[in-house]
């Protein structure tokens, strides 16, 4: 069974670049998760969606955050434009419904990015 | 809202000793889960295990078991036998237990965890 599928592992970019993070959730599951990571921040919840609907995003930190699920196999985190803060490993989880509640998320590798 | 407060930075034990792993939290909800995760170098996130709230019975996964005390908001993890394997980032973790799906996990900062050989 192929697992969270994240792309691209790393990025490197230069402020005020525009950086597309994909996602392939695990087949047949639900709810998809993006999470941030720094080590001053250590793992932020940005947006999560269920049945491609996204539906809490008060965690996305401004405007030049964004975030699709146009497909139930497929889901882009957009940062446009970039800024160095925005260096950090982004995750993304997917789970089912019957586990998320017990909290069962499947989390990807993270994708890299750095912003210079 | 939730806070999930990992007070040891960084852990080093010996092989095949037992470690233990704190974590406390602070909520007002009553209904509600928490979890342990693992973060190797590979940094692909792993649960490791995970309590429910309403349950006084503490969980145990193999080497894996938790001492939670709900009245204190405590969630500590032990690790028995603990093994080179085991070298990771442990993050606790918490989510709420109402509404009909999920809220996301809020994770403390870690717990850089080193066995050595």
């Known amino acids: 069974d192929a697992g969270v599928i994240q792309s691209p592992r790393h990025e490197v970019t230069e402020m005020g670049q525009e950086v597309t993070l994909r996602c392939k959730p695990i087949s047949g599951h639900d709810y998809l998760f993006w999470y941030r990571q720094t080590m001053m921040r250590g793992l932020e919840l940005l947006i999560y969606f269920n049945n491609n609907v996204p539906i809490d995003d008060s965690g996305m930190p401004e405007d030049r955050f964004s975030a699709k699920m146009p497909n139930a196999s497929f889901s882009t985190l957009k940062i446009q434009p970039s800024e160095p803060r925005d260096s950090a490993v982004y995750f993304c989880?997917?789970?089912?419904?019957?586990?998320?509640?017990?909290?069962?998320?499947?989390f990807g590798e993270g994708s890299r990015l750095t912003v210079l | 809202a939730q806070t999930v407060t990992q007070s040891q930075p960084e852990m080093s034990v010996q092989e095949a000793e037992t470690v233990t792993l704190s974590c406390t939290y602070d909520?007002?909800?009553?209904?509600?889960?928490l979890f342990w995760y693992k973060q190797p170098p590979s940094r692909q996130m792993i649960l490791v295990i995970r309590?429910?709230?309403?349950?006084?019975q503490n969980a145990t996964e193999n080497r894996f078991s938790v001492n939670f005390q709900k009245a204190a908001k405590s969630f500590s993890l032990k690790i028995s036998d603990s093994q080179l394997g085991d070298t990771a980032m442990y993050f606790c973790a918490f989510m709420k237990g109402s509404g009909g799906g999920a809220d996301g996990l809020t994770f403390g900062k870690g717990t850089h965890l080193i066995i050595q050989p």
């Open positions: 309590q429910e709230a309403y349950k006084q």
């Open positions: 989880a997917s789970s089912l419904a019957r586990k998320v509640i017990g909290g069962e998320l499947f």
């Open positions: 909520t007002s909800e009553s209904n509600y889960y």
